[in-house]
């Protein structure tokens, strides 16, 4: 079914959240489009959304950086948990949402119905911003940040590690 169909009956269904971090170890934010149907100029991760039928997760995730963030990279799977919340608009997220890491120096080039803004920061400094001012996030993104900050500074130290041995 269409996802805003999905949102409106609180079905659970797949989605994806895309975090991209450069050398520094920033994370790459972007703030939401005013007129997006829900969580509209919110600050969250690099790009999220659902897969078409038939895309797996990272055919998604590759397709949706590109349309968003105006660019692509080397992206791997990381975890997925569930989540359950009610939006604004009355709509229901009740997702599987899979959490899709990448790495990249790249300047965004934003599609602005989409995105209006992008800054980096770090896993630390984002954390912390978000707790100063939770209203300003996705529901989706605190959770990640919140419930998984150990999980993506592994991600981070590993890659570090790699970088190192090159």
């Known amino acids: 079914m269409e996802k805003l169909e999905a949102h409106k009956k609180g079905l659970l269904h797949r989605a994806f959240s895309v975090l991209v971090f450069n050398d520094q170890n920033e994370l790459l934010l972007q703030r939401r489009a005013f007129g997006k149907y829900h969580s509209e100029g ?23 950086l590109k349309e968003e963030m105006g660019f692509d990279c080397e992206l791997c799977t990381g975890f997925s948990f569930v989540y359950n919340a009610t939006l604004d608009n009355n709509l229901i997220e009740h997702e599987l949402d899979h959490v899709v890491i990448g790495f990249s120096d790249e300047t965004p080039h934003l599609n602005t119905d989409e995105a209006i803004a992008f800054r980096w920061m770090s896993l630390t400094q984002t954390r912390e911003e978000i707790r100063r001012n939770p209203d300003e996030y996705t529901y989706w993104f605190k959770l990640i940040i919140e419930q998984y900050f150990d999980e993506l500074s592994s991600y981070l130290k590993h890659e570090s590690l790699q970088k190192s041995n090159v």
């Not at 919110?42 to 659902?50: F, G, I, P, R, Y």
């Open 42 to 64: 919110l600050w969250t991760n690099t790009c999220c959304s659902h897969p078409s039928p038939g895309e797996s997760i990272l055919e998604a995730a590759h397709r949706r």
